[in-house]
């Protein structure tokens, strides 16, 4: 799944940071990470709720360690491993 980018000029101002989804198979569900942060990964029993706790997660981080980062993308793709 990948993240709808507007057509504006401002979204080529905006960062985009890569998550890759992996189906964890040992015990369910997916884990992601994103490959732009260290560091930055999750877990959910379904992708819309995976997703939903990776954008968490990156709010997270972009708040303490790039407070200056207030608008970015996600890029979601699911790779068979």
Request: net charge negative.
């Amino acid at each position: 799944m990948v993240a709808a980018i507007p057509n504006s000029r401002k979204a080529l101002l905006v960062p985009t940071f890569n998550v890759i989804i992996r189906k964890a198979e040992d015990v369910g569900g997916y884990w992601a990470e994103c490959t732009n942060i260290s560091g930055c990964f999750t877990q959910g029993k379904t992708l819309k709720e995976l997703q939903e706790r990776m954008f968490e997660v990156v709010d997270l981080i972009l708040q303490d360690d790039y407070p200056e980062i207030k608008d970015y993308f996600l890029e979601f793709e699911v790779q068979n491993a």
